[in-house]
């Protein structure tokens, strides 16, 4: 079995940061490529930002200005590191890995963003 957990979200104030983290353990053996997206009530789920076992990270045109996705070197451990965040950052941010032609998800953690 395979887990994956987020942490870190929370009620921030436009302009604000935020740190999202995500750990995943269990049967794992490797270190796989992580992502981050985000889905907004009544809108599809869309990525925000993933990052390779060798570091190499892509991002959403419309974040990686703000945005920056990290992870432990040699552990799938990631971070999102989110700046300036507006209003219509808010969305449940979810973490996921991908392994062996599999994703794995975890239970999001809730970003809200007050103007």
């Known amino acids: 079995q395979v887990q994956v957990v987020e942490s870190g979200g929370g009620l921030v104030q436009a302009g604000g940061s935020l740190r999202l983290s995500c750990a995943a353990s269990?049967?794992?053996?490797?270190?796989?490529?992580m992502g981050w997206y985000r889905q907004a009530p009544g809108k599809e789920r869309e990525m925000v930002a993933t990052?390779?076992?060798?570091?190499?990270?892509n991002y959403a045109d419309s974040m990686k200005d703000r945005f920056t996705i990290s992870r432990d070197s040699g552990k799938n451990t990631v971070y999102l590191q989110m700046n300036t965040l507006k209003p219509e950052d808010t969305a449940a941010y979810y973490c996921?890995?991908?392994?062996?032609?599999?994703?794995?998800w975890g239970r999001g953690t809730q970003v809200t963003v007050s103007s």
């Open positions: 990052i390779t076992g060798g570091g190499r990270t």
């Open positions: 996921t890995l991908l392994m062996s032609n599999l994703s794995y």
């Open positions: 269990g049967s794992i053996f490797g270190i796989y490529p």
